[in-house]
């Protein structure tokens, strides 16, 4: 069991006893900090793994909240069915507002979501059948069967298995294949769909996720306190959800935890002893906060939880190896020889500048093909216009005989394509072993819900095992556990290229893949893809270093002004006429 897990059960075990010994005040406030928890929780999966910032969930909190009370109070219904209508609504709305801000980027985006955040706190205060500001009371206690949770002590229990619930269930997410992926938006988007990763429908999940997080905090919330009104639910308590996320640790799940604490508790400590510091009263804890804030900046800017993990490293995960399992479903190989790449008359421009113009080669199974030309001649638009990061203005791409030009990243990667980047492309808090699962993501099948219930850890087994054996196959074996960021550039770069062989590729795009390695590198990278080769891999090489190309590719295309100037075996083109002017300027 990890050590994270154990964490959990020893914070279960805590939270279990502490009604126990603790007085009702501190029972109400162990409360509060469990229902600002789930909201937090939302924050750290979608601001900070994710990477969208949002500061309106405290209105899906709210919508929740109105909802049950409505129900309950005015239709007398029970109180859960006013948990499932709730859902229903924060998911419905959830939907048709990530739909529309989620193609926001940016401070856009920030804003977008204060907007309807405060659009809905107006909407709560001013329609009279919500009791405008007076808000709605009486809202009934849960119950289930002859158990009622119509006080602190009695709902402690309630939120808290709800809370440790949640917590457990964001931590089997982000340790499984859509985890990955959702660790790699928000830095690496562009590199998570060359690998057939959706991040539009991916963001709108985890963006519907937080939502119905805070919505059943918003449940618990009505049911614990009674009453419901707008005032819980403005600005000011999405920048306090928001502040949890960050001071606790925003990519981190324990942070949730610690982050409300640490404001929930320090509020209301600040209310009793800044008054009498300051000798008349005023809401000096905003002060605090602020310094707070700037200080934690200051001093640890990913949060509490990491600095306390680095101060108590026993707490740290273990690194397991990954079990034996057999290997995910391969692709069918085409025979020796036959045409598994065929680029013809590809064009694209940019304005007035022609970037590629009438660009065509052919590649074939079992085959290196350097793409070579001096700086600025196109090379790179070419690669992408191939790979689906930019669509074609003209020409054709046809992968294993079918076309994919007019294809998006996406769409070519689950036909039988992958590809390296020409800067590293690495999600630098991951291990090694799972960026390189990452690249086995089409070869998985278990979605989000599966993985936060934990039923789908054969698939995961096999895709890590999967992961593991390219590590190995291309050396790595002894940083396979290590953050990935935390390599030189040239281990980065090896680690590429397994992520791309566990994509079980047909058409292997290697973009400058030597740059940045020291010779005995290289020669183990070159030794690497002549196995590929005899494998049968179709491999097309983009590269500056030519005695690196020289020595290993079977043919080379050169590019001049986004046009090919030459084609032909390495020895042929070393004596070209015209790829010497081209690199060299001509000969007097």
């Keep these: 069991m990890k050590r994270a897990h154990v964490s959990l059960w020893l914070f279960a075990a805590l939270i279990a006893v502490a009604p126990l010994v603790v007085p009702d005040f501190y029972v109400t406030l162990l409360n509060y900090v469990g229902l600002a928890t789930l909201v937090a929780l939302g924050l750290v999966l979608l601001t900070g793994v994710a990477g969208v910032m949002s500061f309106g969930q405290q209105a899906f909190v709210g919508m929740a909240a109105y909802v049950t009370a409505l129900l309950t109070t005015q239709a007398h219904a029970s109180p859960w069915l006013g948990l499932v209508a709730s859902l229903a609504l924060v998911a419905l709305m959830a939907l048709l507002l990530g739909a529309v801000t989620l193609r926001l980027s940016g401070h856009y985006l920030a804003i977008g979501t204060i907007g309807w955040g405060i659009a809905i706190f107006y909407l709560f205060g001013t329609l009279p059948g919500l009791g405008q500001y007076s808000g709605i009371d009486n809202v009934p206690p849960v119950q289930l069967g002859p158990l009622v949770f119509d006080s602190a002590r009695a709902s402690y229990g309630l939120i808290w298995l709800v809370t440790l619930g949640a917590l457990l269930a964001a931590r089997n997410l982000l340790d499984s294949r859509p985890g990955r992926a959702i660790r790699a938006l928000r830095f690496r988007a562009a590199m998570a769909e060359s690998f057939g990763v959706d991040t539009g429908a991916l963001k709108l999940v985890v963006f519907m996720h937080a939502a119905l997080l805070a919505g059943v905090a918003g449940w618990l919330h009505a049911h614990f306190l009674r009453f419901v009104s707008p005032h819980a639910f403005g ?32 509020r209301e400590w600040l209310k009793d002893w800044l008054p009498k510091l300051f000798t008349h009263t005023g809401n000096y804890e905003a002060i605090v906060f602020g310094v707070m804030m700037m200080l934690l900046l200051h001093r640890t800017r990913e949060g509490i939880t990491p600095y306390l993990a680095r101060l108590l490293p026993m707490a740290r995960d273990l690194p397991v190896r990954p079990a034996e399992a057999p290997a995910p479903p391969r692709r069918e190989r085409p025979g020796r020889g036959s045409v598994v790449l065929d680029v013809d008359g590809l064009g694209k421009r940019f304005g007035g500048l022609v970037a590629a113009q009438d660009m065509s080669l052919r590649l074939h199974a079992g085959e290196i093909l350097g793409l070579i030309g001096p700086n600025g001649a196109g090379k790179s638009t070419v690669f992408n216009l191939i790979s689906g990061a930019l669509l074609a203005d003209s020409g054709q791409v046809r992968l294993a005989g079918a076309r994919i030009d007019g294809l998006g990243a996406r769409a070519i990667a689950r036909r039988g394509m992958a590809r390296s980047f020409q800067h590293v492309h690495l999600v630098s808090r991951m291990s090694v072993l799972d960026n390189v699962a990452l690249g086995a993501h089409l070869r998985g099948r278990h979605g989000t819900l599966a993985a936060m219930m934990r039923v789908d850890r054969a698939d995961e087994a096999r895709l890590l095992a999967e992961a593991a054996r390219q590590i190995e196959r291309v050396g790595l074996t002894a940083v396979m556990h290590e953050r990935a960021g935390n390599l030189a550039l040239g281990q980065q770069r090896i680690v590429e290229i397994a992520r791309a062989l566990a994509a079980d590729p047909l058409v292997l795009l290697l973009d400058e893949p030597a740059a940045g390695l020291r010779y005995n590198e290289k020669q183990a990278l070159a030794g690497l893809l002549r196995t590929l080769r005899r494998e049968g891999l179709a491999i097309l090489l983009v590269e500056h270093d030519m005695d690196f190309v020289m020595g290993l590719v079977d043919r080379l295309v050169v590019m001049d002004f986004g046009q090919k100037l030459a084609e032909g075996l390495p020895v042929e083109m070393q004596c070209h006429p015209a790829v010497i002017e081209a690199y060299l300027g001509g000969l007097e």
């Design 235 to 266: 600005v000011n308590a999405g920048i306090d959800y928001l502040f949890m996320a960050v001071i606790g640790g925003a990519s981190h799940v324990w942070g949730a935890l610690v982050g409300a604490s640490i404001i929930t508790l320090s």
